[in-house]
Every structure is written in structure tokens, then in C-alpha cells.
T-cell receptor
Framework: DTGVSQNPRHKITKRGQNVTFRCDPI?????LYWYRQTLGQGPEFLTY????????KSRLLSDRFSAERPKGSFSTLEIQRTEQGDSAMYLCASSSGQGSTGELFFGEGSRLTVL | AQKITQTQPGMFVQEKEAVTLDCTYDTSDPSYGLFWYKQPSSGEMIFLIYQGSYDQQNATEGRYSLNFQKARKSANLVISASQLGDSAMYFC????????????FGTGTRLTIIP
């Protein structure tokens, strides 16, 4: 088990460009979460999938943001027409929903810098 | 109102001493879970310990223990015999309702262990 994998780890882009991040969860986990973390803050919830179904989206997820999990395995988070305020670390997490705690397992994140 | 409050932005502790990181929470849901995560400079969030709202005993995991005071709505993390490798950001988080719900994080405490 290799844990949660995120790519790319770092992305620098110019304002107005589109970017896409990929997350590969732990293989047996059917739940997948996206969080955003800005400097000096804790992670903020963006969206959540159970298998391929997107069950919840935060108000933070504007119409420029879209997330998919087409086959219930990996997920992508796309940001269209990036703005400087989108600069942040984008964290992906997965869980099996089983066990006594249901803790989330996080990847190392994808850091976005918008110039 | 903030759901998770961590009032200590930073703490410095001598190696081998114990340290307590404060966390208070706000919820009206009788079923909730409290988590502590460690985030080293690499960026990955590492799960440390979990306390359920109905758990009678305070949670312990190795050198980590959770001082759960339900009436005061506090869930402080205690690290015994601190080590240099404990230097990191520490986040308290809460899940309200069922096991599959999202986590809400506090703003974190940066812990620095002094040799």
C-alpha cells in the first residue's frame, strides 16, 4: 500500500490559466476528500466523493472549480481561469469509512502558485 | 462561530518535557469525533489520535494522549517526553455526525522542540 498519491506536487501558473490536480487514494478506500490549505491556516473542506458520487461541495468551491471521480478510483480537481487567490496547497484524503475512527489518510498535497 | 479553536499559534518546549496543545470545539450534535493531526514541513497530514464523543476513557496512543473534557468542550493533546521529531504543525479537527462526514480543522499550533 503506497498511501494517497497526489500529482503534481508543485504547480506554478499564470493568472487565467487552467490547472488540474490528480489524486490516487488508497486502493480499498471508497471515500475521497479534497481540502485547500492556505498559509497559516488549517485545511478547509472543498468536496467529498463516495465512490464516483460527489456527495457534498463547499461554498468555497466556486464555479471555476470542478472535481471528478469518474470510476470511483482516482480523482481530479480542475481550476479554470486561475486567480492569485487560488494559490494554496490542495490536499487530497481518503478513508474506508470502516473501523472505529474513520480517520482520513492524506496525501502530501499539490502546491499551487498563481502569478 | 468557530467550530474548532486553537489559541496557541506557536509553542517552544524543551526536549524530553511534556507539552499540552489546547483545542476547544463547538457543536450541538451529540455524536461527534475529535482528531489530532501532525503536519511536518513535508506537508503530509499524519493522524495521531481520535476521541469519540461517547467514549468514556481518554484516548491514548503511545506518547500521545487526549485530555477530553466534554462539559468544557475541550480536547487537548498531551505529548509526553517530547522529541526533536515532534517539531511540526498540529491540527485539531472535528467530525460532526456519522463516520463519513467531513472533518473541520482548527488553525493549528506550531510546536518547536528545543534541544
Amino acid at each position: 500500500d503506497t498511501g494517497v498519491s497526489q500529482n503534481p506536487r508543485h504547480k506554478i501558473t499564470k493568472r487565467g490559466q487552467n490547472v488540474t490536480f490528480r489524486c490516487d487514494p488508497i486502493s480499498e478506500h471508497n471515500r475521497l476528500y479534497w481540502y485547500r490549505q492556505t498559509l497559516g491556516q488549517g485545511p478547509e473542506f472543498l468536496t467529498y466523493f463516495q465512490n464516483e458520487a460527489q456527495l457534498e461541495k463547499s461554498r468555497l468551491l466556486s464555479d471555476r472549480f470542478s472535481a471528478e471521480r469518474p470510476k470511483g478510483s482516482f480523482s481530479t480537481l480542475e481550476i479554470q481561469r486561475t486567480e492569485q487567490g487560488d494559490s494554496a496547497m490542495y490536499l487530497c484524503a481518503s478513508s474506508s469509512g470502516q473501523g472505529s475512527t474513520g480517520e482520513l489518510f492524506f496525501g502530501e498535497g499539490s502546491r499551487l502558485t498563481v502569478l | 462561530a468557530q467550530k474548532i479553536t486553537q489559541t496557541q499559534p506557536g509553542m517552544f518546549v524543551q526536549e524530553k518535557e511534556a507539552v499540552t496543545l489546547d483545542c476547544t470545539y463547538d457543536t450541538s450534535d451529540p455524536s461527534y469525533g475529535l482528531f489530532w493531526y501532525k503536519q511536518p514541513s513535508s506537508g503530509e497530514m499524519i493522524f495521531l489520535i481520535y476521541q469519540g464523543s461517547y467514549d468514556q476513557q481518554n484516548a491514548t496512543e503511545g506518547r500521545y494522549s487526549l485530555n477530553f473534557q466534554k462539559a468544557r468542550k475541550s480536547a487537548n493533546l498531551v505529548i509526553s517526553a517530547s522529541q526533536l521529531g515532534d517539531s511540526a504543525m498540529y491540527f485539531c479537527a472535528m467530525r460532526e455526525g456519522g463516520r463519513n462526514e467531513k472533518l473541520t480543522f482548527g488553525t493549528g499550533t506550531r510546536l518547536t522542540i528545543i534541544p
